[in-house]
């Protein structure tokens, strides 16, 4: 399946994703924040970025910046599941969309882990 690089500050959601994405047959490396993230794509490359954009230390949107400025990066497919409600991230969408490759956005109190898994998979093929 797929190499996935989880951005996720809460603990508890990240072993969540992370448990219900590895039962799905991917890969999965968690990260709790955007240096970290960095560090575990340069060893094992992801085909999918799962991130909330509210990080700790940078946030997700410094993230992307970054990891955007590595060539062998640039045509990852990101999913950003976050906190952010939709409507104060649907007035950047379409500048993430177009400079920093992100696929879908989802808005955590209303995507289960059934349709995470659903948008994952459907990002795959792209990713592969």
Request: contains cysteine; aromatic residues 8%.
């Amino acid at each position: 399946m797929a190499n996935i690089l989880l951005i996720e500050p809460d603990h508890i959601l990240a072993a969540t994703y992370g448990e219900a994405l590895r039962s799905g047959g991917h890969q999965v490396a968690v990260c709790s924040g955007a240096q970290a993230a960095i560090f575990a794509a340069d060893t094992t490359p992801p085909d999918v970025v799962i991130l909330e954009l509210q990080l700790i230390e940078h946030s997700g949107i410094e993230f992307l910046y970054e990891f955007r400025s590595y060539p062998e990066w640039q045509a990852v497919p990101v999913l950003v599941l976050s906190h952010v409600p939709p409507m104060e991230f649907n007035a950047s969408l379409g500048m993430l969309r177009r400079e920093l490759g992100v696929q879908a956005y989802h808005y955590k109190p209303h995507t289960s882990l059934r349709r995470l898994l659903t948008a994952i998979n459907h990002l795959v093929p792209a990713a592969a």
